[in-house]
């Protein structure tokens, strides 16, 4: 019979009793699954717990062998106890032998018990044991009965904050010096202490003493919450930024959802505080949503983690958000996962660097914290587990190294090599507005890739020329909604007024793939980066496109304005881009509308197929950008973001050499300009090299004008251009080292 909604109250008041008596815990617990069992007319009812060796140890049960008590132990994802431990989630089975993950274990005696329902006991987001029911007869458990089993294991938890025994495999490694390793998603060096993201905050009251006073307790919580958020959204600078006012309406929408208050209401009911309550529910989804595919799907999983962690600071008092607290003077930042807002949230001048459980060289993340260069690794495992705020950290995006808790000796060799990085980028700065003109007097245009007004708005001091890419996509990707058409034209005008006389190219949206809107639901792809996206998804719904375009018209009245298309494949497709182009600008003609003093549209080459139609392209294009990033990936059939084929396709090889040399003659021969961006054309080396092929326009990261600059400054441009083609020659030659060799001979600062 499932539990009414008074037997999970009484049942926990009579828990609550048991657990704060004094006394042996064995015999508490055994008190405790026979109060279980009573109270859900169970057979059986039994606790494991999770050891430090990570084994499962049946540690009390009513109805099962009592022999079998300390001796019968499960792998975590070995049985269905296994099962509940591995995925976090609950088992509710009418008849659990059939399971495929069914295991046997004849000293328990539980032959006679068909159905069978178990939870996970939490504590925080790891799971310290497992909360069995077993029944004779074959049927399911009703949601009731499996929620109210949910309420009793998560005030288990308080009994086994570190396992069983003796601290947690965590709890060793924290404060032991460890040596993570990961991705390095920009570049640079950072001492200083850890913050995690959005901490967990700690629920300590669990039971109820009024369950009136929890609901009116939660519902001047929820008052607040949207009381805070609305006034955030009313003002004008939320953050230091200011871009991302938008992504607050996330969190409106949310806090609204009459669902997810309701279950906290009904988790309340069964006798919990406000705060467990909320907790409870958040448990429920994570284990309904971890391990789906659907990027969709775990970005709303984000969302209502964010959402219950400041509904929790606010019912515990503390900060709205963690950005909010008290940052250490050298932060170094560490999150599981975190979009591009999040970042923009934390105050810059603390912020030393940054640690991603997930992440790769495309997250949009990364570019913004490449524009406020902060060092940062993505793909770092398990640090989240174990790391404590104010823990001492290193990062090493350079290496992609994680030093957490490190030796004096260690923290000692960082320092010596921060203050040598130090001096390197006072070198850089003295040349920062010098022209990047080797000696010889060869001139090279360096831009900067930007997408955000601080890129923008340091672009005098990057030691750049102009914006020679301008990713309009993150305006999208940080709001909620989709941006109204005078939205975006504020914010191109703000954009081109930061800009002056300096030339910006603004290339159109490029969405899809792993560049998701929150309000756009694209769909689960085989290849995502090689679906439906970029200019493909901007042909088939024109009215994206003819708005964003009707507002950069606008924007840029009287002024000149660069336009450039995202993943083109054919020429055909540029054409039909350009033509939705022409009707906003025929739009401006009929109403009599101010226009730009010049337009100029032009394409990125990223995909391979644009390298056999150059001859039908170049003479219908005013400027030609080779997009380093998709198109060595597509090129090379290697998913960029892929850390175990990332790394395999080689940037300076004679198939990318010869293609590159292609592509400029061809440019050349028809008098339009061609470009290369992308984090590849960043480094020293790579631009040297494209510099010897002929190249003289780059457009690359804030943080790599300096070195770079720098390399030009130093190069005769004749002489490595000869040494290079020699190179090229060369049968079976290693290119890099080849190139290596030539800078070190030629005196090339790399």
Same mark, same amino acid.
């Given at each position: ?61 009513? !109805? ?56 996970? +006991? ?81 629920? $300590? ?62 988790? /309340? ?20 949503? $971890? ?7 775990? =970005? ?59 992440? #790769? ?16 690794? !993505? ?13 001492? /950290? ?21 320092? =010596? ?6 001096? &390197? ?19 090279? $245009? ?20 102009? +914006? ?28 081109? =007024? ?5 030339? +910006? ?8 793939? @792993? ?17 439906? &996206? ?22 840029? #009245?009287?002024? =000149?304005?660069? /336009?450039?298309?995202?993943? %083109? ?37 990223? %995909? ?6 150059? @001859? ?54 028809? !008098? ?72 070190? !001979?030629?005196? /090339?600062?790399?």
């Amino acid at each position: 019979m499932p539990l009414s909604m008074e037997g999970p109250r009484v049942l926990l008041r009579r828990l609550r009793e048991l657990m704060a008596t004094v006394g042996d815990r064995q015999d508490r617990l055994d008190k405790i699954v026979q109060m279980i069992a009573a109270s859900m007319e169970a057979a059986v009812c039994s606790i494991y717990i999770r050891r430090p060796d990570n084994l499962l140890e049946l540690y009390a049960t009513q !109805g099962l062998n009592s022999e079998s008590v300390h001796q019968t132990t499960l792998k975590i994802g070995e049985g269905l106890v296994g099962d509940i431990a591995q995925h976090a989630r609950a088992l509710n089975l009418a008849e659990a032998p059939s399971h495929p993950r069914f295991v046997y274990r004849p000293e328990t005696g539980e032959d006679p018990f068909i159905s069978f329902v178990g939870v996970p +006991i939490l504590r925080g987001d790891q799971v310290s044991g497992v909360l069995v029911v077993q029944n004779v007869t074959q049927r399911r458990f009703v949601d009731e009965e499996v929620e109210a089993l949910q309420t009793v294991a998560m005030v288990l938890s308080e009994m086994f904050p570190t396992g069983v025994d003796g601290p947690s495999v965590s709890e060793i490694q924290k404060n032991t010096p460890r040596v993570f390793h990961g991705q390095g998603l920009t570049e640079g060096l950072a001492l200083g202490q850890a913050v995690l993201h959005e901490p967990r905050v700690e629920v $300590t009251k669990l039971i109820a003493d009024d369950v009136e006073e929890e609901i009116r307790r939660l519902d001047q919580a929820v008052y607040v919450l949207r009381r805070d958020v609305d006034n955030l959204l009313q003002t004008e600078d939320v953050s230091h930024a200011g871009e991302h006012l938008d992504v607050l309406e996330t969190y409106r929408m949310f806090a609204n959802d009459r669902g997810w208050l309701r279950r906290i209401n009904d988790a /309340i009911k069964t006798g919990l505080t406000a705060e467990a309550g909320a907790e409870r529910v958040m448990n429920n989804m994570r284990a309904r949503v $971890t391990g789906q595919r659907d990027q969709y799907l775990r =970005d709303r999983l984000n969302d209502f983690e964010d959402l219950t962690n400041r509904l929790l600071r606010i019912l515990s008092g503390r900060a709205l958000r963690s950005s909010d607290d008290k940052l250490p003077r050298h932060a170094i930042l560490i999150a599981r996962t975190m979009g591009p807002a999040e970042l923009l949230d934390y105050d810059r001048r603390k912020l030393r660097g940054l640690i991603l459980e997930e992440g #790769a060289m495309g997250a949009h993340v990364a570019i913004v914290a490449r524009a406020l260069n902060i060092p940062l690794i !993505g793909g770092v495992r398990g640090i989240v587990g174990v790391v404590n705020d104010d823990d001492n /950290i290193i990062v090493d995006a350079d290496r992609g190294d994680v030093h957490l808790t490190p030796t004096d000796e260690i923290i000692a060799a960082y320092s =010596d090599r921060a203050r040598l990085r130090a001096r &390197r980028l006072k070198r850089y700065a003295r040349i920062r507005h010098l022209p990047a003109v080797t000696r010889d007097g060869y001139d090279m $245009t360096l831009n900067l890739n930007a997408g955000l007004m601080v890129d923008v708005e340091n672009l005098a001091a990057s030691g750049a020329e102009n +914006i020679g890419l301008f990713r309009t996509e993150l305006q999208f990707m940080v709001s909620s909604r989709l941006p109204r058409q005078e939205e975006q034209r504020v914010f191109y005008k703000q954009v081109l =007024d930061a800009v002056g006389d300096n030339k +910006i190219v603004f290339r159109t949206l490029d969405i899809g793939g @792993d560049k998701v809107l929150p309000y756009m639901r694209i769909g689960q792809e085989e290849n995502p980066a090689m679906g439906w &996206r970029a200019v493909r998804i901007s042909l088939d719904r024109p009215a994206l496109l003819r708005y964003q375009i009707r507002a950069l018209l606008a924007a840029a #009245a009287g002024r =000149d304005l660069d /336009i450039m298309f995202p993943l %083109v494949a054919t020429v055909d497709e540029f054409r039909a881009a350009r033509e939705l182009v022409q009707k906003e600008c025929d739009r401006l003609t009929k109403f009599g509308l101010p226009e730009p003093r010049s337009l100029k549209i032009g394409t990125m080459l990223e %995909v391979p197929a644009l390298l056999w139609q150059l @001859d039908e392209l170049l003479s219908e294009v005013d400027f030609l950008s080779i997009g380093t990033n998709d198109l060595m990936q597509f090129l090379f059939a290697s998913d960029r973001g892929n850390p175990r084929v990332g790394n395999r396709y080689e940037f300076l090889s004679l198939p990318v050499m010869h293609m590159l040399q292609h592509v400029r003659l061809k440019a050349s021969a028809y !008098g339009v300009p061609v470009s290369i961006c992308g984090e590849m054309v960043g480094h020293s080396l790579e631009a040297m090299t494209v510099m010897a092929l002929g190249f003289q326009e780059l457009s690359i990261p804030a943080s790599a004008i300096g070195p770079v600059k720098r390399m030009v400054r130093s190069v005769n441009q004749a002489r490595l251009s000869e040494a290079v083609k020699r190179l090229l020659l060369e049968p079976g030659v290693d290119l890099r080292r080849g190139l290596e060799a030539i800078a070190e !001979g030629q005196g /090339i600062k790399l």
